[in-house]
């Protein structure tokens, strides 16, 4: 009988800034009731692994390492819905795509290509902040008011000095994300 291999659901990610994502808390505060991202677990994704054999996560972080870049910064631009606003199912911060935002998803990429063997999704990079994730299509007002509500954050920015990879339990409280690395630019 063949051994099991243990294997965890990793990502990579960008952290928020603490007063961000205080400011993130206060506001999701204004619309209890929803299926909101708890604050500490807000991040940008740059690269979503999936099932990664445990052994394998050592030999990604020390291939991680060899990211260089400088630290950068970005901004909140908008706010999104994913598919698009008249069906919902997630609501989002969105940040410019800034060269070295590009470079840095790239450089994640091309390493989790050579360590892995993952091919980068298909889709275009839009990087994002997950805010809330709804259970039933929300009625127009409530998209309405969420698009207004987060307006303000707009022009906020996000030093960028460090990215991580993380583990994902996903449990029927939501998912529980654990660092793994942290990787300081």
Known sequence: ??????????????????????????????MPGLKWTVPRQLHLTLAFLGNVAVSDIKPLGSALRTVTLKPFTLCIKDTGFFPDQRRPSIFWLGTNVSPKLQELKDQVDAVVFRQLNLQPGKRAFVPHITLLRFRRPPRPQVVKRLSGLFEKTTGQTINVSCFYLYSSRLSQSGAQHDIEAKFVL
């Open 1 to 30: 009988m063949p051994e099991k291999v243990e294997h965890k659901r990793l990502f990579i990610a960008i952290d928020l800034p603490r007063p961000l994502c205080d400011d993130l808390s206060e506001l999701q505060s204004r």
